[in-house]
């Protein structure tokens, strides 16, 4: 995807933004959540486990690193180095069919 130099309305939150493209599309930059700085780089992709044995599975091309407390189905975690200095991990997490993104600490 390319950034920027679109014409679109930006929207912000603490760790995105968003851009908003022509017919109904729109560009998401994932963002350091301590200080705003869009430059960061992927340091690694892993499984957090969830705590229901039946339901908790390691995701294809991951390994298993870590818990998802509270949750009974597995996380997706792709963990951020920021060039502030900063780390962040973005986590995906299915509750009762839906997925939801967070973002905390590495």
């Known amino acids: 995807m390319?950034?920027?130099g679109g014409a679109g309305l930006m929207r912000e939150t603490k760790w995105l933004r968003f851009e908003e493209q022509a017919g109904g599309m729109s560009n998401v930059q994932i963002v350091c959540p301590e200080c705003g700085s869009e430059y960061g780089h992927i340091r690694e992709v892993f499984t957090r486990m969830g705590e229901d044995a039946a339901e908790a599975v390691v995701y294809k091309g991951?390994?298993?690193?870590?818990?998802?407390?509270?949750?009974?189905?597995?996380?997706v975690a792709v963990v951020f180095d920021g060039e502030c200095g900063h780390a962040w991990e973005l986590r995906i997490q299915q509750h009762k069919g839906t997925n939801w993104i967070d973002v905390g600490p590495a």
């Not at 991951?62 to 996380?75: C, F, L, Q, Y």
């Open 62 to 75: 991951t390994v298993a690193r870590g818990t998802v407390e509270g949750e009974r189905r597995s996380a």
């Open 2 to 4: 390319s950034g920027g």
